[in-house]
């Protein structure tokens, strides 16, 4: 059995913005924060990083802005490919997260390059697909892009995981597509594909028959638990694991990332514009 298969990961880039505020503002509300930290996020990304600490050769098919050059250096130095990242004339996605003493959220995406991750592109990458053990992708970037990718990877017998995250109305119609599809339990009541593989937080994961509950350990941050599932998960199944086999090492995974803070172990350091805002 081979030991490093070809993942390719189909999906967004995020720088988050996370600020520490000691009480979410309400509506009409202006708060004050402790500290600002930029940290690297996005699906898309996250669940490169997760496949590659997972063993996988990884490219990343996404899109950044000119703000998104220090992020794809941190990903080449993780080991993921990033020759197939469209430059877009916006900024690089973000997410703008407040954070509560109490660990309470509230989150804005602003899609960013993402945004213009075109079918157009995809098309344009369809040889490194084509030639993947296994396609990776979620619903951050235009859905027109992820029926694209499921598409040509399906004409060219690559397996596919769709990752209905988040979840909206094109979820379904994407899931048919694919060949796996991951949810939480969250995602699978709004969609209810029939066969996913279901994660269920501090519980495991089911699939099918299939129940994996995680080795106890103590919970740091669950941020990314779902990501390094996805992420390890395709490493798995790319190099020919069974099903049991791939969602034990998927669920060893999202559990070693309740770990540490964050979506990613090793966050870098702030883009300049932002460093005095901490
Ligand atoms: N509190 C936890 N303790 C141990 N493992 C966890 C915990 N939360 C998540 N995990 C691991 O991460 C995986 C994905 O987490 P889950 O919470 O289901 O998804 P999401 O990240 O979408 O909320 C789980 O299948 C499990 O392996
Ligand atoms: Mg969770």
């Known amino acids: ?27 009409g509300e202006t708060a004050l924060a402790q500290r600002v930290d930029v940290v690297p996020g996005g699906k898309g990304a996250n669940q490169a990083l997760g496949a590659a600490r997972a063993g996988a050769r990884v490219t990343l098919i996404s899109a950044v802005g000119e703000d998104g050059e220090q992020y794809l250096r941190y990903l080449e130095k993780h ?61 951050e970037i235009p859905t027109a892009a992820i029926r694209e990718a499921l598409t040509l990877a399906a004409d060219a017998h690559v397996p596919t995981i769709l990752n209905a995250s988040p979840v909206d109305a094109a979820s379904r119609e994407l899931g048919d597509l694919a060949t796996v599809v991951v949810v939480n339990e969250h995602e699978n009541r709004l969609v209810g594909i029939p066969d996913a593989v ?31 599932f996805a992420g390890a998960l395709a490493a798995a199944l790319a190099v020919g694991r069974s099903r049991s086999q791939a969602l034990a090492m998927a669920v060893e995974s999202g559990t070693s990332a309740t770990q540490w803070a964050g979506a990613q172990p090793d966050g870098f350091e702030p883009v300049a514009d932002l460093r005095n805002l901490s």
């Open 79 to 139: 080991g993921v490919s990033v020759q197939h990242v469209m430059r877009a004339p916006l900024a690089t996605g973000r997410a703008y997260i407040a954070v509560d003493d109490q660990g309470e959220n509230s989150i804005i995406v602003a899609a960013g390059a993402n945004a213009a991750l075109t079918a157009h592109w995809i098309l344009r990458c369809q040889d490194v697909i084509r030639s993947a053990d296994i396609v990776l992708v979620q619903q």
């Open 198 to 228: 279901v994660t269920l937080g501090a519980a495991g994961a089911r699939w099918g028959d299939d129940a994996v509950r995680p080795m106890t350990a103590t919970t740091v941050d669950t941020t990314g638990a779902g990501d390094a």
């Open 1 to 27: 059995m081979r030991v490093s298969g070809n993942v390719v990961v189909i999906g967004s880039i995020n720088l988050d913005v996370i600020a520490a505020v000691a009480r979410l503002p309400r509506p």
